[in-house]
């Protein structure tokens, strides 16, 4: 028997959304989840004003 994923109506699942070019600088308006599936990604953030900088390996979730 399958499991399925129950969301409340007010909380969306997330959507995929894949590529293998830089992802465009946004404001985050809203709750994302970023998985990197293959290689490693540099993900470049700011907090409080100050630009900081992560390197997120095959698997990792953030």
Known sequence: MQ???VF???????R????DRPYRWHVNDGEEVF???????????R??????????QAGDLC
């Open 47 to 56: 907090q409080d004003g100050v630009e900081k900088q992560v390197t997120l």
């Open 3 to 5: 499991k399925l994923a």
């Open 16 to 19: 995929p959304h894949r590529t």
């Open 35 to 45: 998985a990197v599936m293959a290689g490693e990604v540099a993900m470049r953030y």
């Open 8 to 14: 409340p109506p007010w909380r969306m699942p997330p």
